[in-house]
Nanobody
Framework: QVQLVESGGGLVQAGGSLRLSCAAS????????MGWFRQAPGKERAFVAG????????YYADSVKGRFTISRDNAKNTVYLQMNSLKSEDTAVYYC????????????????WGQGTQVTVSS
């Protein structure tokens, strides 16, 4: 069992940066692939970024490539999402997720989800 708690969301102007953190409980965090998803009002939850259990593989949605960076620190049981050059269309609730499936871009691959953190980008 893994519990995930996101933090770091907030209000930022367009062009600014935020770093989201996802702290995981449990001793098996390092064996899980991790992902970030987001859900904007009236839209379905969408993949943002994913990272393999070792950190050796990272994956990004086309809309965030070159602007967002996912990373993890297994010693701290934490995964991060560095978001730069934020745009108004990045406004959403961001969710952290963990799972053992290799299909990191699919929400169905994840077994555990955090409660979400709001990111609002003002233009």
């Amino acid at each position: 069992q893994v519990q995930l708690v996101e933090s770091g969301g907030g209000l930022v102007q367009a062009g600014g940066s935020l770093r989201l953190s996802c702290a995981a409980s449990g001793r098996t965090f390092s064996s899980y692939n991790m992902g970030w998803f987001r859900q904007a009002p009236g839209k379905e939850r969408a993949f943002v970024a994913g990272i393999t259990w070792s950190g050796g593989g990272t994956y990004y949605a086309d809309s965030v490539k070159g602007r967002f960076t996912i990373s993890r620190d297994n010693a701290k049981n934490t995964v991060y999402l560095q978001m730069n050059s934020l745009k108004s269309e990045d406004t959403a609730v961001y969710y952290c997720a963990g799972g053992r499936s290799a299909r990191l871009t699919s929400s169905n691959a994840y077994d555990y989800w955090g409660q979400g953190t709001q990111v609002t980008v003002s233009s």
